[in-house]
């Protein structure tokens, strides 16, 4: 299995434009989560869905931040508009069941200025 | 209070001496504790999960829970320079996955 796929790996964006970050789970994972990473914050749980539905989004720190699970193979973070505060790591993970660990993507790394 | 809380450190062990990490959590429901590490630039990976408690070891590595107390430990003997790393303690109660802030280890050879 490839593992976890997140595009774009880097990410230079104007502040007030929207951004669009992508994952692909790896196959046959019914979890997906979103994380932000900063040196402050460590790595904060923003979202995460069970079979495509949202679960638990009060990690989301904004009206800005949205995220998407169309089907089972792609998901989306969406920050609109971005602020330099957005500037962070934003990782994509997914796991197979319950109180498994879960696998990480390489992580996007969002510049915002 | 944080879900999971980690001392930031960093922490600096000789190396061929045992590395100690801890970790705590508030929520007496969670069912799986997890060590994630994580190199500089990377994404975590994971090294060790335990589930009961009591002790697990896996070569080096030796996770400890003590669900009463609400604590994990992982112990690393006979560090490695290649061990230094940002370690991730996450605690996982069914559904959701919570990390703690990570420690930051040095192995000084």
């Known amino acids: 299995d490839a593992g976890v796929i997140q595009s774009p790996r880097h990410e230079v964006t104007e502040m007030g434009q929207e951004v669009t970050l992508r994952c692909k789970p790896i196959?046959?994972?019914?979890?997906l989560f979103w994380y932000r990473q900063t040196m402050m914050r460590g790595l904060e749980l923003l979202i995460y869905?069970?079979?495509?539905?949202?679960?638990?989004d009060s990690g989301m720190p904004e009206d800005r931040f949205s995220a998407k699970m169309p089907n089972a193979s792609f998901s989306t973070l969406k920050i609109q508009p971005s602020e330099p505060r957005d500037s962070a790591v934003y990782f994509c993970?997914?796991?197979?069941?319950?109180?498994?660990?879960?696998?990480f993507g390489q992580g996007t790394r969002l510049t915002v200025v | 209070q944080k879900e999971v809380e980690q001392n930031s450190g960093p922490l600096s062990v000789p190396e061929g001496a045992i590395a100690s990490l801890n970790c705590t959590y508030s929520?007496?429901?969670?069912?799986?504790f997890f060590w994630y590490r994580q190199y500089s630039g990377k994404s975590p990976e994971l090294i060790m999960f335990i589930y009961s408690n009591g002790d697990k070891e896996d070569g080096r590595f030796t996770a400890q829970l003590n669900k009463a107390s609400q604590y994990v430990s992982l112990l690393i003997r006979d560090s490695q320079p290649s061990d230094s790393a940002t370690y991730l303690c996450?605690?996982?109660?069914?559904?959701?996955?919570?990390f703690g802030q990570g420690t930051r280890l040095t192995i000084n050879p």
């Open positions: 993970a997914s796991s197979r069941g319950t109180n498994t660990e879960a696998f």
């Open positions: 929520d007496r429901g969670s069912q799986s």
């Open positions: 996450a605690v996982r109660g069914a559904q959701k996955l919570v």
């Open positions: 869905f069970n079979n495509n539905v949202p679960i638990d």
């Open positions: 196959s046959g994972h019914d979890y």
